[in-house]
């Protein structure tokens, strides 16, 4: 059996693609399942380090203004359409997965030309340019959330599975992560984290509450400020007199490949509305205060974010509304810490949430195609 899985750019795309790979390893060991994206992704470091091989094709996304910009993105698809009909006559496959990011658009579509079984995945509530026009073409469509379902015309392709999450998310210990990373079982641990590449407002939040901490001595904080933004905010606590290397209650990361054991012995989260951020939270059973990514495609990730936050999991804070009073983020915050009867509610609300053994409705849902798929070889 032959699998391709078409994903790039984030980590909302790659880890959900990751978690279907190991499950249909599970099932099918001699399978041989590979990913697609490009060479400028994360997938570039994340999918070999997961022990998958990636193969890689010429593309890239279109600027919302026409530009040269808008040349450059034509002359690259239509190089990553021949990268992509090279890669489906040589390898073959009997599923062709597309799971998010600008290389599934000419993957998916030529395979479906090509009448090879295909099917994506939408992570979000509000789905994005490329997997809409691939509805059309594609056998399966997989949804992460009910309120998806509509923007699809073909009802009878469409499924819900939630959005695939690694088992790990599901399985921390907090008493036994708490001692492991030298927290106590009475620490008040907020996680901070805007996505793998960070988020702007929301490490200028944080940077308020630093240079205003907590009275309560028990709060903790862990905040991820991402790669490419982690050099200015270390450079930023020392010009205002803060040592983040000495620090008695804040931790300070660039990016953490440990997310599901920070999750799990956390108390809250503080996060964008990424759907694999959502989906991580709530596996992980923790209230969050979600900050959703403004410009974001159909305003999906205020929609995300409301898949919890309407449910009593959390709260929301607009991007605008933070930018403008950052001390929003710290009086929320730290009016939890004094109410833990609260968080015990939002707990249950946001456990209820969670869609555990997504890959498995997922792959009740395709089963038949790789079935046609063998069967068709």
Known sequence: MKILIGAGGTGGHIYPGLALADMLKEKYPEADIRFVGTDRGMETTIVPNAGYPLETIRVKGFERKISMGTVQSIKELLLGMGDARKLLRSFDPDLVIGMGGYVCGPLLLLAARKNIPTVIHEQNAYPGATNRLLSRFVDKIGVSFPEATKWFPQEEKVFLCGNPVRKAFFQGDRKTLREKYGYGADDFIVLSVGGSLGATTLNNAVMY???????????????????????????????KGLDPDKSNWCKILSYSDVMHEIMALSDVAVSRAGAMSVAEIAASGIPAIFVPYPHATGNHQEFNAKSITEKGGGALILDADLKEEPFLLKNQLEEWAKHPEQLIEMKANVEKVAVEGAEELFYHAIKPLLERGQHER
């Open 209 to 239: 509450w630093l240079t205003n901490p907590p009275d309560d001595p028990s709060i903790r904080l862990i905040h991820i400020t991402g790669k490419q933004r982690y050099d200015d905010f270390y450079q930023s606590m020392l010009d």
